[in-house]
């Protein structure tokens, strides 16, 4: 079965950069795309970007253009998405979901475990 | 880039009430609208996609309906275990790639 898990919980100051990992088992890896959603304490869903597991072409929410870099390697089977200039704001959970697709429709149905993100002096 | 509008952000209910939940969109996205339902400390879990299309194993009280701007989730008699947040998302998917935005979210309670 499809299984998708995140690196631990990380705690970084402000300034910081933080890369989680998204480990993806189950079926093979290069035919879907892995998004990053982040959520805020309390707050709501927040879309960061998207990568192509087949090619590594990625796309990012205007928020996140410049900040944040989005990776795989397909020969473990594995996304990363690296956040750079930490602020307390950024503190979060940070989501990967491995897109699926009901013909045009593309849904977030298997997402990791969420790994906290703490950005604290 | 699409902006998704939830409304209301908050809403109190008691079981065995219908509610409807509203999400539109900035520009048209056809049906490409999903509903998500999260509980705390949990992912969200999809409930419907292309609008109106109920993922399998989510029960028949949840629907959805709409296309172009303007959408609604609809839950026909509240049960305990659906007092949650509510989030819809656009895939409109000319090109690909378009961010794929959430709505800010609907917490729905027990009144």
């Known amino acids: 079965q499809v299984q998708v898990v995140q690196s631990g919980a990380e705690v970084k100051k402000p300034g910081a950069s933080v890369k989680v990992s998204c480990k993806a088992s189950?079926?093979?890896?290069?035919?879907?795309?892995i998004s990053w959603v982040r959520q805020a304490p309390g707050q709501g869903l927040e879309w960061m970007g998207w990568?192509?597991?087949?090619?590594?072409?990625?796309h990012f929410a205007q928020n996140f253009q410049g900040r944040v870099t989005l990776t795989r390697d397909t020969s473990t089977s594995t996304a990363y998405m690296e956040l750079r200039s930490l602020e307390p704001d950024d503190t979060a959970v940070y989501y990967c979901?491995?897109?699926?697709?009901?013909?045009?429709?593309?849904?977030?149905?298997?997402w990791g475990q969420g790994t906290l993100v703490t950005v604290s002096s | 880039d699409i902006q998704m509008t939830q409304s209301p952000s908050s809403l109190s209910a008691s079981v065995g009430d219908r509610v409807t939940i509203t999400c539109r969109a900035s520009?048209?996205?056809?049906?490409?609208l999903n509903w998500y339902q999260q509980k705390p400390g949990k992912a969200p879990n999809l409930l419907i996609y292309a609008a109106s299309s109920l993922q399998s194993g989510v029960p028949s009280r949840f629907s959805g309906s709409g296309s172009g701007t303007d959408f609604t989730l609809t839950i026909s008699s509240l049960q305990p275990e659906d007092f949650a947040t509510y989030y819809c998302q656009q895939n409109y998917n000319v090109p690909r790639t378009l961010p794929r935005t959430f709505g800010q979210g609907t917490k729905l309670e027990i009144k």
């Open positions: 979901v491995r897109e699926a697709a009901y013909g045009d429709y593309i849904v977030f149905y298997y």
């Open positions: 990568i192509s597991a087949y090619n590594g072409d990625t």
């Open positions: 520009q048209s996205i056809s049906n490409f």
């Open positions: 189950g079926y093979n890896f290069i035919d879907y795309g």
